[in-house]
T-cell receptor
Framework: QQQVKQSPQSLIVQKGGISIINCAYE??????FPWYQQFPGKGPALLIA?????SEKKEGRFTISFNKSAKQFSLHIMDSQPGDSATYFC??????????FGTGTRLTVIP | NAGVTQTPKFQVLKTGQSMTLQCAQD?????MYWYRQDPGMGLRLIYY???????DKGEVPNGYNVSRLNKREFSLRLESAAPSQTSVYFC?????????????FGPGTRLTVL
């Protein structure tokens, strides 16, 4: 059974600061680790994903860092903006070919 | 291209009532999923369908049934609703150019069971 532990549960960051969310997984059948972003009243949407033939992937202000030996991956949001305020979920594939999601991190960026 | 659509958006039931949540996708995806989202619990998989004609239990299937009506539609049924099923329900689909593990979510159904 896949387990994904996500922290912190909530995060408050000043505008322009760096937001960091961490996830740890137990097992994975496939090397693919996505992050989803969810705004209030909406469904989650894929933000960025990494296939760990690389240890880091960057898209604009969003970066995934991956540590395979530690079974950990993290999301970094540089120059955080109020529009980034949302709930973020990490996920990892299960052996049953679906995703197991973390419990989510509610990010609030203060102007 | 509407993506994943869900109906209804909101529903209030009394304990013991039944209802069906509808989901449809127009992306020609093979796989479809039902999740529930509760505060502090994240997204928990109820049932999924890897392809038309197949369904499998997820993490929290008790009290629910599903039907993969065709490739586009995947419904979730509560036969006898309980207050513990008060939640926000999301349907998702995956496959196609986004890859097997890229899941596209609908807008959700907010269900309250009194």
């Amino acid at each position: 059974q896949q387990q994904v532990k996500q922290s912190p549960q909530s995060l408050i960051v000043q505008k322009g600061g760096i937001s960091i969310i961490n996830c740890a997984y137990e097992n994975t059948a496939f090397d693919y680790f996505p992050w989803y972003q969810q705004f209030p009243g909406k469904g989650p949407a894929l933000l960025i994903a990494i296939r760990p033939d690389v240890s880091e992937k960057k898209e604009g202000r969003f970066t995934i860092s991956f540590n395979k030996s530690a079974k950990q991956f993290s999301l970094h949001i540089m120059d955080s903006q109020p529009g980034d305020s949302a709930t973020y979920f990490c996920a990892a594939p299960t052996g049953a070919n679906n995703l197991f999601f973390g419990t989510g991190t509610r990010l609030t960026v203060i102007p | 291209n509407a993506g994943v659509t869900q109906t209804p958006k909101f529903q209030v039931l009394k304990t013991g009532q039944s209802m069906t949540l509808q989901c449809a996708q127009d992306m020609n995806h093979n796989s479809m999923y039902w999740y529930r989202q509760d505060p502090g619990m994240g997204l928990r998989l109820i049932y999924y369908s890897a392809s038309e004609g197949t369904t499998d239990k997820g993490e929290v299937p008790n009290g629910y049934n599903v039907s993969r009506l065709n490739k586009r539609e995947f419904s979730l049924r509560l036969e006898s609703a309980a207050p513990s099923q008060t939640s926000v329900y999301f349907c998702a689909s995956s496959g196609g150019a986004g890859g097997f593990f890229t899941e596209y979510f609908g807008p959700g159904t907010r269900l309250t069971v009194l």
